[in-house]
Structure formats: structure tokens, C-alpha cells
């Protein structure tokens, strides 16, 4: 590596990766760095506790933050080809301070599926569960099964539909892949299901997507003034 020059590095998912990890190529001499990646999507995976305040924070963020209203390069992609007009709105006005548009209106738009583009749904009598230092609902993941057959039912696809289920927790994702492989042989041989947790989804495109949130009172505090905690939700970058 010593022989070889290099004058620009590009860096791309630079917002989930650790500084220290950016610093290895810029001992070669270069003159440019380009970073790519969404400050405001997933950060750095962060295994310790202990350095997780002083690593928490990529080089993309930083870098972001410090030249930010500078009149430096600083690019925004705002044209998104995924998903529908809707949809985009939320994250838009959440994340993008609304300068996130749609290719054009019919972006995302599948006449295959004729369902709302996005549907909420309170699950009040869920409990959260604890399992190996994971989180797991029930009654969520029973749910999830339920629109599973609702939606084969109201489909019944001809051509290949993929669904993607998101949980924010291992548990939950684990319960509700042995609740599809016990109906999955009740379901469309033209459903591809695939069901990861937040990280593992990041950058996939599926024509469904069902989050499954879990958080919800357990049944010992259910009596007890309970307000509740969000968890991994309370990120806003994990929700974007």
C-alpha cells in the first residue's frame, strides 16, 4: 500500500461509520474526501456502552454539522424514486424540514395492491415481554399474522409481491418468523416475506412493509400509573 497514491477517497455509508474507521485511508496522502451517506438515518453501531458517547457520532455528522451554512459543498439528494407521494410526506416534514420530494406522483404506486398507502394500527391490549435481554410482543406478533392473512386473502397475488417485517427488537423478529412458518404453507406461493430487525432493513425496497413497534405495559406494571418507554423508538433515527 505505501507504493500506491491516492488523491481522492470516497467513503460511502459514511454516516454509519466510525471515525476511527474513516482515518486509516487519509494516511495516503490525499487531497480529497468525498463522504456520502444520511446523518439523519442510522448511525454508528456502537457494541459498548462505555464508547458509545465518544464513537456514537460519524464523520459524515460531524463534518456535516461543522461546515453546515459555511457555503461549502454540502449536497442534499432531495428527489426520492421509492416510495409514494404519501408516505415521503411524513419523513419530509419529520427529518427533511420538507424539502424531501417525489419523482413524480405516481412514484411507488402498484395497481396489483390495492390497499391505503399507509394504515395504523393500536394494538392497546399488547404486553411487552423480556427474552435474553430482548423485547417481545404477542399480541403484536399475532397481529402481524392476522394482516398477513388479510392482506393473501384481499390480494391474492398472481404475480411475486414482496412484504418486509420490521421490528426494532431480535425477540419479536424470532417470534413472528415461527408464527409465519406455521401458516406459511396457508399463504401465496408468490409472497417473498422477509422479516429483520431495523438495521438489517436499512436500503431494502419492499411493495409492503409492516413495523411491528412491540413496546407496550407488561402485565406487572400494568396497574401501577404506567406511562411508558419507547425504547429504540425514541430515536429518530432509527424511525427514519
Known amino acids: 500500500m505505501q507504493s500506491n ?47 458509545e458517547p465518544a464513537l456514537n457520532q460519524s464523520p459524515f455528522e460531524r463534518f456535516f454539522e461543522h461546515f453546515k451554512g459555511k457555503r461549502l459543498d454540502l449536497l442534499s439528494l432531495r428527489m426520492q424514486y421509492r416510495m409514494r407521494k404519501e408516505i415521503c410526506a411524513f419523513p419530509s416534514q419529520q427529518f427533511y424540514s420538507g424539502r424531501l420530494e417525489s419523482a413524480h406522483p405516481k412514484i411507488g404506486v402498484n395497481l396489483a395492491i390495492p390497499l391505503a398507502s399507509s394504515l395504523v394500527f393500536d394494538i392497546d391490549h399488547g404486553r411487552e415481554c423480556t427474552k435474553d435481554c430482548s423485547k417481545f410482543n404477542e399480541k403484536e406478533a399475532n397481529f402481524v399474522i392476522r394482516l398477513l392473512k388479510m392482506i393473501n386473502r384481499k390480494l391474492n397475488p398472481q404475480s411475486p409481491i414482496t412484504i418486509g417485517i420490521i421490528s426494532f427488537y431480535d425477540a419479536q423478529r424470532k417470534l413472528i418468523q415461527s408464527k409465519i412458518s406455521e401458516i406459511k404453507s396457508t399463504l401465496s406461493t408468490n409472497f417473498d416475506i422477509q422479516v429483520e430487525n431495523v438495521d438489517a432493513f436499512q436500503g431494502k425496497e419492499k411493495d409492503i412493509v409492516i413495523l411491528s413497534c412491540v413496546r407496550a405495559p407488561t402485565n406487572a406494571n400494568l396497574t401501577n400509573n404506567y406511562t411508558g418507554t419507547l425504547g429504540f423508538i425514541t430515536s429518530p433515527q432509527r424511525i427514519n
Open 5 to 51: 497514491q491516492f488523491r481522492c477517497v470516497i467513503i460511502d455509508e459514511a454516516s454509519q461509520t466510525k471515525e476511527i474507521d474513516c482515518l486509516h485511508p487519509l494516511i495516503y496522502g490525499i487531497t480529497k474526501v468525498a463522504l456520502i451517506g444520511d446523518h439523519r438515518q442510522l448511525p454508528p453501531t456502537i457494541i459498548s456502552k462505555v464508547c
